[in-house]
């Protein structure tokens, strides 16, 4: 099984900085098969980056991904009010499908 | 517009089964794998299990093997969980969801992710 590890934990920001949020896999993941989600409280989470860099429909072009292999990124280049939320990073290149624990950004 | 609709949800002692219900809308169902997350109080997502556009292939985590089915009916454009003996473990919100992308090297689900999600329904296991 791959396990996902997400750092920071939590990262507290103001709106209008950048956040660069890591996810590191315990073996290589191949095809870039990772993906980025964002879940707000109460809330589904929604797809926002797949195959590591591809953004999902509809996402802003604030968000960017990043990384190969075993450390993948996710970028936020401004944040705004309604990205303060939990990101999870997923791997789907080995079953069982993982994922990471999670980044909470919360406001500073 | 793509929707997602669970039902079935409830308190269940331990023990006991339930059946959980997605009712899909807005895309072509039939051409799509579907699959279930679920998400325990105040943690992560888990994977739980997924199902391929046909039914012909059904994949499970290790968790749940054994005790939960998955199934569809592409006529009702309904994905179905069928979950027995459960365990206080598995309280959590169920969510549906469906798959996008095609089967990876080692075989599906791999090359699977998910690109839609319902709005979770929760499942409470108690004794």
């Known amino acids: 099984e791959i396990v996902l590890t997400q750092s920071p934990g939590t990262l507290s920001l103001s709106p209008g900085e950048r956040a660069t949020l890591s996810c590191r896999a315990s073996?290589?993941?191949?095809?870039?098969?990772l993906a980025w989600y964002q879940q707000k409280p109460g809330q589904a989470p929604r797809l926002l980056i797949y195959?590591?860099?591809s953004r999902a429909t509809g996402i802003p072009d604030r968000f960017s991904g990043s990384g190969s292999a075993t450390d993948f990124t996710l970028t936020i280049s401004r944040l705004e009010p309604e990205d303060f939320a939990v990101y999870y990073c997923?791997?789907?290149?080995?079953?069982?499908?993982?994922f990471g624990p999670g980044t909470k950004v919360d406001i500073k | 517009e793509v929707q997602l609709l669970e039902s079935g949800g409830d308190l269940v002692q331990t023990g006991g089964s339930l059946r959980l219900s997605c009712v899909a809308s807005?895309?072509?169902?039939?051409?799509?794998?579907m699959g279930w997350v679920r998400q325990a109080p105040g943690r992560g997502l888990e994977w739980v299990s997924g199902?391929?556009?046909?039914?012909?292939?059904?994949y499970y985590a290790d968790s749940v093997k054994g005790r939960f089915t998955i199934s569809r009916d592409n006529s009702k454009n309904t994905l179905y969980v069928e979950m027995n003996s459960l365990r206080a473990e598995d309280t959590a919100v169920y969510y549906c969801?469906?798959?996008?992308?095609?089967?990876?090297?080692?075989?599906?689900?791999?090359?699977?992710?998910?690109?839609?999600w319902g709005q979770g329904t929760l499942v409470t296991v108690s004794s």
């Open positions: 969801a469906k798959f996008e992308g095609y089967c990876g090297g080692g075989g599906c689900p791999t090359g699977w992710h998910f690109d839609y």
């Open positions: 807005g895309f072509t169902f039939s051409n799509y794998a």
């Open positions: 199902i391929s556009k046909n039914a012909a292939s059904a």
């Open positions: 073996q290589n993941i191949n095809s870039n098969y």
């Open positions: 195959y590591a860099s």
């Open positions: 997923q791997q789907y290149d080995s079953s069982p499908l993982t």
